[in-house]
C-alpha cells in the first residue's frame, strides 16, 4: 500500500467505525435476535432458531394496521410534499423583494418541536364537548357537518395524520429545491427566452431536469422518513396508537420493545428487518428508475 493510500484510509477510518459501530454491527444483532425463538429477556436464552418470529409478525393484525397505516403514508404525503414544495420553491425563486423572510416563514415548522405542532393541530382539528374545532368551525361555514377528526372515523384520523406529515416535513424540501433552482444555469433560461419558449414548457424542459437530482434526493429520503414515522402519530393520537388504529411500523416495534405488550425483542427485531427489507427494496427500484429519469450535470 503506498502512501496516498495509506492517508486515504485514515481519513476514512473514523467513518468507517462509526458505520461499523452504529449501523453495521445492530442490524447484524437484530438480524440474530430476529431468528431466535422464545427469547427471554431475564435470563437471554432462547429454545430454538427459525421463522417463527417473522410468522407472527406477519399474521400479528396489529402489525398488518401499521403496515397499512404506513403504506397510506408513504403513498400520499412523499408525492403531495414535494409537488407542493416544488411549487412554491418555483414562487419564491420568481420573488425578487423580501425572498429571504418568505424562506424564513416557511422553514420555521421543521424547526418547531414536533409535539408542539401536534399541539397546535390538536386545537385545531380535535372535537371536544366545548368548542368542535377551528376546521369544523370553516367546515360548518360552508354547511357540512362536524367531524371528529382526532377520536372519530379512520379515514378523518388518516386524513389529519397525513395533513400534519406534509406540513412537518414540507419545510426541509422548500429550502432545498430553492437552494436548488438558484443553482441553475441563467443562461439557459435566457436562450430559451430569446426563442419564445413558454413558461410551463421551461420549467418542465429545463428546470425540471436540471434540478432532477435534488427531487429524486428529497423523493428518496421522503420515502424514508415517511417509512419511520412515529412521532407524528404519538403528537396527534397519544402513546396507545394500537387502539386508535393509527400504529406505524415503527410504533409496533417499540411496542415490542417497550410499551404494553413490550419483552418481545425477537418479535420486534423481526418487525425491525422486515421494514428495512421494504425500505432496501423501495430505494433500489428508485435508483433503477432515476437512470433513466434523472440527469446528472
Not at 6 to 26: D, E, Q, T
Not at 109 to 124: D, R, S
Request: aromatic content about 16%; charged content about 10%.
Amino acid at each position: 500500500m503506498d502512501k496516498r493510500s495509506r492517508k486515504a484510509w485514515i481519513y476514512l477510518l473514523p467513518a468507517i467505525v462509526f458505520l461499523g459501530l452504529f449501523m453495521v454491527y445492530p442490524l447484524i444483532d437484530v438480524s440474530i435476535y430476529s431468528v431466535e425463538e422464545g427469547y427471554n429477556s431475564a435470563s437471554r436464552t432462547f429454545f430454538g432458531v427459525g421463522s417463527y418470529n417473522y410468522s407472527y409478525v406477519l399474521h400479528d393484525p396489529y402489525f398488518m394496521q401499521a403496515v397499512k397505516n404506513t403504506a397510506i403514508l408513504v403513498i400520499f404525503t412523499v408525492p403531495v410534499s414535494t409537488c407542493i414544495a416544488l411549487l412554491i420553491s418555483a414562487g419564491l425563486s420568481s420573488i425578487k423583494a423580501l425572498r429571504k423572510l418568505y424562506q424564513t416563514i416557511y422553514f420555521l415548522p421543521y424547526v418547531t418541536n414536533t409535539l408542539a405542532v401536534g399541539l397546535v393541530f390538536m386545537i385545531l382539528f380535535n372535537k371536544t364537548a366545548y368548542t368542535d374545532g377551528l376546521i369544523n368551525l370553516i367546515i360548518n361555514r360552508l354547511g357540512g357537518s362536524s367531524v371528529d377528526f382526532i377520536n372519530g372515523p379512520y379515514w378523518a384520523k388518516m386524513l389529519v395524520l397525513c395533513i400534519y406529515t406534509i406540513w412537518v416535513v414540507m419545510p426541509f424540501k422548500v429550502l432545498v429545491l430553492t437552494s436548488a433552482l438558484a443553482s441553475v444555469n441563467q443562461q439557459y433560461y435566457d436562450a430559451a427566452r430569446v426563442d419564445g419558449t413558454s413558461k410551463m414548457r421551461i420549467f418542465t424542459k429545463i428546470t425540471l431536469p436540471m434540478i432532477s437530482p435534488i427531487v429524486f434526493y428529497l423523493i428518496i429520503t421522503g420515502f424514508i422518513g415517511a417509512f419511520k414515522a412515529y412521532s407524528d402519530a404519538v403528537a396527534l393520537f397519544g402513546t396507545n396508537l394500537n387502539a386508535a388504529e393509527m400504529n406505524t411500523i415503527v410504533g409496533y416495534i417499540y411496542d415490542m420493545l417497550y410499551g404494553n405488550s413490550g419483552g418481545y425483542p425477537s418479535f420486534a427485531s423481526a418487525a425491525a428487518i422486515i421494514l428495512f427489507a421494504i425500505i432496501l427494496t423501495i430505494t433500489c427500484i428508485n435508483s433503477l428508475i432515476s437512470k433513466k429519469y434523472v440527469f446528472y450535470n
